[in-house]
T-cell receptor
Framework: DAGVTQSPTHLIKTRGQHVTLRCSPISGHKSVSWYQQVLGQGPQFIFQYYEKEERGRGNFPDRFSARQFPNYSSELNVNALLLGDSALYLC?????????????FGPGTRLTVL | AQSVTQLDSQVPVFEEAPVELRCNYSSSVSVYLFWYVQYPNQGLQLLLKYLSGSTLVKGINGFEAEFNKSQTSFHLRKPSVHISDTAEYFCAVTGGGNKLTFGTGTQLKVEL
């Protein structure tokens, strides 16, 4: 079975632009979470979605938004990019959200903001 | 809310030597604890997890960790490391649900 897939692998943008990152969960998984990993730090939770509804949000500005589609894939959108948004963005999928289920991480999208 | 402290940012060790990577957590509720490994330019891979039961948990690649509630610790150990264990290791905690709180990571560098 395919694991969690993310696209694109790498992305370069300039300040002020917007970006859309995509994630496809493991087949049968209905929950998707997004994390931001700045160089030299641990991942920080951004969002969790389950059954197309937001189930959790981390301490990120409103420039960050996400959605989940009927096929459980997800998009993370970031508007008005800042240099500090440069990071590895990780997507994780799990069976559901209600109790702990193992999360499987994708390879990430490396975003560079110039 | 939960927090995780990984005191060692880097741990150098010779091949075949034992290693311990330290992790301490803070939480007002019962927790689930995890160790993840990240190889260069890759995502995170789960090494092991503590959900309940035995406080000594064994994971992949010969790693194990011990949950110590009184010391709020979850240190990762391996009796004999290999060059291929060189990677970044993250301790993480959740009080339930899927929101993980990660530590800042420990870079394990295995030398010949």
């Amino acid at each position: 079975d395919a694991g969690v897939t993310q696209s694109p692998t790498h992305l370069i943008k300039t300040r002020g632009q917007h970006v859309t990152l995509r994630c496809s969960p493991i087949s049968g998984h209905k929950s998707v979470s997004w994390y931001q990993q700045v160089l030299g730090q641990g991942p920080q939770f951004i969002f969790q979605y389950y059954e197309k509804e937001e189930r959790g949000r981390g301490n990120f500005p409103d420039r960050f938004s996400a959605r989940q589609f009927p096929n459980y894939s997800s998009e993370l959108n970031v508007n008005a990019l800042l240099l500090g948004d440069s990071a590895l963005y990780l997507c994780a999928s799990s069976v559901d959200h209600a109790t702990y289920n193992e999360q499987f991480f994708g390879p990430g999208t490396r975003l560079t903001v110039l | 809310a939960q927090s995780v402290t990984q005191l060692d940012s880097q741990v150098p060790v010779f091949e075949e030597a034992p290693v311990e990577l330290r992790c301490n957590y803070s939480s007002s509720v019962s927790v689930y604890l995890f160790w993840y490994v990240q190889y260069p330019n890759q995502g995170l891979q789960l090494l092991l997890k503590y959900l309940s039961g035995s406080t000594l948990v064994k994971g992949i690649n010969g790693f194990e960790a011990e949950f110590n509630k009184s010391q709020t610790s979850f240190h990762l150990r391996k009796p004999s490391v290999h060059i291929s264990d060189t990677a970044e290791y993250f301790c993480a905690v959740t009080g339930g649900g899927n929101k993980l709180t990660f530590g800042t990571g420990t870079q394990l560098k295995v030398e010949l």
